[in-house]
């Protein structure tokens, strides 16, 4: 679903109005989206589970990332701009603060083979299965 | 028309609309304003430099950058909670921007905008002379 986007917001005080009406289309055009910060999705197939998150302007190596059988925790916080004195803010929207989201995944993880990397504000953490999860085959023999 | 152009027509119309289907979304910026400059910072997550695009139009600036997408094949998509998409947002600018000389550079999913002022426009400190 496509919203035309024409932000005469410093000219139209309905604007605002109209941006949060758009904001909640868009929450709502996609009831299974879930809406925590930061947005995350999940991906997985029987080998591993791959997480992507959404997080600009957090500094790759200040995230917290644990992981404990198949619990994965994913822990940080976002920076505001530092400013200097003389500088005036005219409009900050973007959200600051800490944050923390957890997922329990289908498996239990080989915490030791897991990999996290991070580009342009998208980290992606790769979980492999344990190999002690996997399902395992038994060969019937006929007696 | 043979069954190749046929194929052809469906596939391109295809990627048409798969490309219209992408949400739209307004980005959140925070304006900042210096004594020689005004500063624009503009989340966009996965956005590649090379999807970015500013156009200045008489007085309106209009940033539109798309996200990169992912190929997941061969997984199942167990949690969603974020579709990618476009960012776009316009801004109508002051007259007093030197449109020569912006700047925008990408950090760590953030977009940054410099847009100095012209030299009429910044502030003057005026001593005052005791007669």
Known sequence: MVWPVTAWWDADPFVEMQRLHREVNRLFSQASVDTEYPAVNVWSNDHEVVLTAEIPGVDPSKVELTVHEDHVTLKGVREGETLNEDVTCHRAERLTGSFVRSFRLPFDISSDQVTATSRNGILTVRLPRAEASKPKQINVTAG | MTDKNQAIEKASSGAVREAARRPVYEPR????????????????????????????????????????????????????????????????????????????????????????????????????KAA
Do not use: C, W
Not at chain 2, 42 to 61: A, F, H, N, R, S
């Open chain 2, 29 to 128: 910026v925070d304006i900042y304003e210096k004594k020689d400059a005004l500063l624009v910072v503009m989340d966009t997550p996965g956005v590649e430099d090379k999807d970015i695009d500013i156009q200045l139009e008489q007085d309106v600036l209009t940033i539109t950058a798309e996200q990169h997408v992912e190929s997941m094949e061969g997984f199942t998509l167990m949690v969603r909670g974020a579709v990618p998409g476009v960012f776009k947002r316009s801004f109508t600018l002051n007259r007093d921007i030197d449109r020569e000389r912006i700047e925008a550079n990408l950090r760590n999913g953030v977009l940054h905008l410099v847009l100095p002022k012209t030299e009429k426009a910044q502030p003057r400190r005026i001593d005052v």
